[in-house]
């Protein structure tokens, strides 16, 4: 079984990776890669208050590592 953990910076990430050891997988996002969106409300008011996420700018390539890596894992956590 494997486990893929994200977290935000590479010094954390390195650090966990000590301490979950060889059954974990532990990489950066490189800081935040999604945000509601600056140009509307970003949120649906009529469906439960549901957010509409937008990929950020410049982290196109960031999000397709971490979804590659993803697919070959058994669980995520954030």
């Known amino acids: 079984m494997s486990n893929l953990v994200i977290v935000e910076s590479p010094a954390k990430a390195k650090t966990i990776?000590?301490?979950?050891?060889?059954d974990y997988d532990v990489i950066?996002?490189?800081?935040?890669?999604?945000?509601l969106p600056k140009s509307k409300m970003g949120v649906d008011v009529e469906h439960g208050f549901q957010?509409?996420?937008?990929?950020?700018?410049g982290k196109e390539d960031v999000i397709k590592k971490l979804?590659?890596?993803a697919k070959k894992c058994d669980r995520v956590y954030l």
């Open 17 to 22: 990776q000590k301490y979950l050891g060889k």
């Open 51 to 57: 957010p509409q996420y937008t990929d950020m700018k």
């Open 67 to 69: 979804k590659e890596h």
């Open 28 to 35: 950066a996002s490189m800081g935040h890669i999604r945000d």
